[in-house]
């Protein structure tokens, strides 16, 4: 999967600093993740790469639809949702192989 995170105009001068993206790749949008990139201090915008290496758990086929969320997280631990992290995802779920997703990170938590 080959895209772009963007930061929405809005909330840009929010963005943590030292922050962590992560993406973040979902079967229906709920359960464990099939797939995660972790990207310190990313620059905006930002073209990704995800795919079969970055699979939570390597016998997990890596197989859609996907759906992608990314999240900037301002303490660079995945299992905590601080406030002000950001998050986005793609607009709707994606096959493995797809190019030009786009996710916005416009969300402050």
Excluded: H, W, Y
Excluded at 5 to 12: G, S, Y
Excluded at 34 to 63: C, H, N, W, Y
Excluded at 82 to 90: E, F, K, T, V, W
Aim: no cysteine.
């Amino acid at each position: 999967l080959r895209g772009r995170v963007t930061l929405a105009p809005a909330v840009a001068s929010r963005a943590p600093g030292n922050a962590v993206l992560f993406l973040i790749a979902r079967r229906g949008g709920a359960g464990p993740p099939v797939a995660v990139k972790r990207i310190e201090s990313p620059a905006f915008p930002l073209d990704f790469e995800l795919g079969p290496d970055d699979r939570m758990i390597q016998a997990m086929p890596f197989t859609g639809p996907l759906q992608l969320t990314a999240r900037l997280d301002g303490d660079g631990n995945a299992t905590t949702r601080s406030p002000g992290d950001l998050q986005g995802a793609a607009t709707a779920p994606v096959d493995p192989g797809a190019e030009g997703v786009e996710i916005v990170l416009g969300e402050v938590l």
